[in-house]
């Protein structure tokens, strides 16, 4: 009864759209995997062997009913990637879901009463049954929902399937905020079995959908059945999505099951007559029949002259059944050992995951959100508040009991909600216990940073990265991983900075979901710069000392950022102020190794121009984007080091001067003691020397006659007051020479 499958992987984006769209990348992405790993192609072959073989073994009654009569149970896990915005779904909307799976899987929803003359005597009923485990890898009880803080819910592809478990034990769905520009026109995809088999892809293996649709236009039920190895009901000859009017523009399509007629598929938003009973591709549509216990022909079966629009694997958004024909394939593909399918069904993972244990009571994971990470204290101006909300999850919780440190406006509460300010500076420390008919469970947080908005810095102030001053400089590593900022023994000049360590020390493939830094940022805050000193109209710069590298050769391979923006309200809203990515970042170039900034010529000193900002108390945000090139490269970025950030009110041209501009040379610099200047070409002439403060105030002046190139010029150490940068003007007959000088 059922011909040959001809298969296509749908390796990404099996697409079932959120609205009316124009096209699905599953071609496309398609062809990128078989072009980088044509042994998918081989696959696909076993496969359908596999599937043909095991059809040809159900008798003729069996197929002549709905489907075979033994329930096939599947374990399901759900991950939650969330910010906690509206992607944090309820552990309810999951089980919801799941439910109405089940229902439209075993021709249990109630609108096949809907389903139009022709197909009523083919909706299938799979037996296929997706349960939640009640054990997890660990063997430790669990109600089959996992949850991560993660910004790649909103920059969401392969990468952010965190915490995967084993696809051969579970199926694993993940739940996201937005897909990333790449997947920008999907709701969701999964990956086919001939993929999935691959080792690469094994890490990705599962549904990845974004939250809206948890519960909508049977997304999950659509998804599942391309991760058994369905096909879209107009095949894969309609991928470029060109359409005309509701319905694709290339030749009819086949997904290769003999019920469900040919069809140009339908890209519509309901069940108009229009695509429910188009004939174009399916009138007198008639099939040899293929005895399966023999494999001998037999006769033609006429099937429905109309498409099957309301098939789960069409795109009508009016689906309401699988045919007879894609529930056997459904099975099939659980009956084969491609991707380990075959182990999710059986008695000993079922044991193992605890997939039929009646669902147990257990205690709830503590967790909670904030509104804001930075903030001032209160009792000055510009103090502002912090909600924290509880966000704890596997069971309902009935009491909250927090404490708050930092001089907390309210120090204890038991409310699920609690605002709050702090009238002390620092990092602020905030407990939750919640509790459960099942028990109890604690989380504690250091997250917010409480500043002084009053302690502002006057320009000429340096930040060096050591002592007591780290303190005052708040790193925040969002995303809890190996990607942040840390304090580094190296820097400009003195053997301490900041860097983002950026090194990615893994090789190969293995693992690279369970941890990656795209989407990923990381913040750290200045101290408050009082800069209204500074005439309005006169220059004003902020400064820094940066040093990076590529690990990758591949220019095109390097997309980290790093973003510079200042508030002047505490927090409450940030102005960017420069974007710099690429070259900018990587000082050095390429480096294969862990990079160390190695003497003063890896640094490059950055001027940007503030322009008419001249608030009381500005605090300055660094933030640092890695990147990662695409799925099949990681770790393109090295590490990055920032030092000497430093506002001045010099001439924008003054800050951005080259470490050592030719023909001119001081030595030592930095310096303890005296420096002597060298000019090259200048002989039997008198030069003027001036140098200057980072305020622009001019500390030496002086004259001296230069013989020939072995002159040295002096500056005494007394001509330098206090530590810092100084820029040296040398004044010849034909040109200004400038150079930086540093005073340890």
């Known amino acids: 009864m059922f011909k040959k499958f001809i298969l296509f992987v749908a390796l990404g984006l099996s697409t079932f759209f959120a609205s009316a769209q124009n096209h699905c990348e599953t071609d496309a992405v398609n062809n990128q995997a078989v072009k980088k790993y044509p042994v998918i192609k081989d696959i696909e072959k076993q496969l359908e062997q596999q599937m043909e073989s ?11 009913k709905t489907t075979a009569d033994t329930v096939l149970y599947v374990p399901i896990v759900f991950h939650v990637i969330h910010t906690y915005g509206n992607e944090y779904v309820s552990d309810n909307d999951i089980y919801k879901c799941v439910a109405d799976i089940n229902k439209m899987y075993n021709k249990e929803n109630a609108d096949t009463t809907a389903v139009i003359a022709p197909f009523k005597k083919w909706i299938g009923k799979a037996n296929i049954r997706f349960v939640f485990p009640t054990k997890d890898p660990q063997g430790k009880p669990t109600n089959g929902i996992t949850r991560r803080f993660s910004f790649m819910s909103t920059n969401a592809g392969d990468l952010a399937k965190f915490d995967q478990w084993a696809p051969d034990s579970y199926m694993n769905i993940w739940v996201v905020n937005k897909f990333s520009s790449d997947h920008s026109s999907a709701a969701a995809y999964a990956y086919k079995p001939a993929t999935a088999a691959i080792p690469f892809f094994t890490f990705y293996d599962g549904i990845i959908t974004v939250a809206n649709y948890l519960n909508s236009d049977n997304t999950i039920s659509h998804e599942l059945g391309h991760v058994l190895n369905l096909d879209h009901t107009f095949g894969n000859t309609n991928g470029n999505g060109t359409q005309s009017g509701i319905w694709f523009t290339n030749a009819c399509g086949d997904d290769g099951v003999d019920d469900t007629p040919p069809t140009k598929g339908y890209n519509t938003t309901g069940c108009i007559a229009g695509a429910l009973y188009d004939t174009t591709c399916a009138r007198g549509y008639k099939v040899t029949y293929v005895r399966p216990s023999t494999g001998a022909l037999d006769s033609l079966v006429d099937y429905p002259d109309t498409c099957n629009a ?7 958004y009016c689906s309401k059944m699988f045919t007879i024909g894609q529930t056997v394939r459904m099975r099939a593909a659980l009956n084969s050992n491609i991707a380990n399918r075959n182990n999710l069904i059986s008695a000993s993972n079922l044991s193992k995951t605890g997939a039929l244990a009646p669902r147990i009571d257990i205690k709830p994971i503590a967790d909670f959100s904030q509104s804001t990470y930075f903030v ?33 406006s309210v120090a204890t509460s038991t409310t699920s909600t609690v605002a709050n300010s702090f009238s002390q500076t620092g990092w602020a420390t905030a407990t939750l216990v919640a509790t459960s008919n099942a028990g109890s469970d604690t989380i504690t947080k250091k997250q917010v940073y409480v500043a002084d908005p009053a302690g502002n810095q006057a320009i000429g102030y340096f930040q060096e990265f050591s002592g007591a001053d780290v303190a005052q400089y708040p790193m925040f590593n969002y995303f809890n991983n190996d990607w942040k900022w840390e304090l580094a023994n190296v820097g400009y000049y003195d053997n301490k900075c900041i860097r983002y360590q950026n090194y990615d020390t893994r090789s190969g493939t293995a693992g690279l979901a369970l941890n990656t830094p795209e989407g990923d940022y990381d913040d750290f805050f200045t101290t408050a710069f009082d800069l209204s000193s500074t005439p309005v109209g006169s220059p004003l710069n902020l400064n820094f000392f940066s040093s990076g590298a590529f690990r990758s050769a591949n220019f095109d391979d390097m997309n980290d950022t790093l973003e510079i923006a200042y508030t002047a309200t505490c927090g409450t809203n940030f102005t960017t102020i420069k974007k710099i990515s690429k070259a900018d970042i990587a000082t050095v170039g390429t480096r294969s190794e862990f990079f160390v900034p190695q003497w003063q010529g890896d640094w490059k000193l950055n001027s940007i121009d503030l322009g008419n900002l001249r608030n009381t108390s500005v605090f300055f945000r660094f933030r640092y984007r890695p990147g990662v090139f695409s799925t099949f490269n990681f770790g393109s970025g090295n590490n990055f080091y920032l030092d000497r950030i430093y506002v001045s009110n010099m001439p924008l041209g003054v800050n951005t001067v080259e470490l050592k501009e030719k023909g001119m040379t001081i030595s030592p610099n930095p310096t303890l003691g005296n420096s002597f200047i060298s000019v090259d070409g200048v002989n039997n002439q008198e030069v003027g020397v001036q140098i200057f403060d980072v305020t622009g105030k001019l500390v030496y002046e002086a004259k001296e006659f230069v013989f020939d190139a072995t002159t040295k010029v002096q500056i005494p150490a007394d001509a330098l007051a206090s530590k810092g940068m100084y820029i040296v003007h040398v004044l010849t007959n034909d040109k200004t020479l400038v150079q930086k000088l540093i005073k340890n």
Do not use: E
């Open 376 to 408: 001032c204290k209160t009792g000055v101006p510009l103090g502002t508040g912090v909600t924290f909300r509880d966000r704890s999850w596997r069971d309902t919780v009935t009491s909250w009991n927090w404490n708050f440190s930092n001089g907390a």
């Open 310 to 316: 309301q098939n789960v694997m069409d795109y009508t």
């Open 54 to 64: 095991y059809i040809k073994s159900l008798s003729k009654k069996h197929l002549a």
